[in-house]
């Protein structure tokens, strides 16, 4: 969910409340806060975002009930152009991150405190109260994901 007013603020929330995947369970809250803008006749936002949550399950071993937490606190710049019904868009940003994990078998607990950049490219297509968008997003050198999305306006 997320509300954007006139003037260009904007305030998100995504929660999880126990997502059930094979032998895992996941939960999470994240929070968004932002403004939108304009510069020389691009779009641009500037957003700040906070996600915490837990995973539970055979992380190290089957049938295990391991439990692993995160915590992200990130902030990222975005600028596009809009051409009719389609936005193009790019982004970079920063992130700081806190995980542990405890491993059930033996009861090990790691911790693991560490930030990255972040950044991506995006396009939107509105068609009536939608938003359908593919998006590619890179973290640092060891993470690369392709989105699809469909939003919904109301």
Known sequence: VRYVWSGGFFVGAVFAPGIEFQDYEAEFVSLELGY?????GLDAALRGSYSDGQV??????????????????????????????????????????ETDLTIEVDGVFLENDD???????????????????????????????????VGYRY
């Open 36 to 40: 939108r803008f304009r510069i020389a």
């Open 56 to 97: 539970t399950g055979p992380v190290t071993e089957p049938d295990a009930e391991d439990e692993f937490n995160y915590t992200n606190a990130a902030v990222d710049f975005s600028l596009g152009k809009t051409f009719n019904a389609w936005h193009f868009y790019g982004f970079v940003g920063g992130i700081g991150t």
């Open 115 to 149: 930030s990255t950049y972040y950044g991506g490219l995006g396009v939107t297509y509105d068609w009536r109260s939608f938003g359908i968008t593919f998006e590619q997003n890179a973290t640092d050198e060891y993470l690369a994901n392709l989105i699809f999305s």
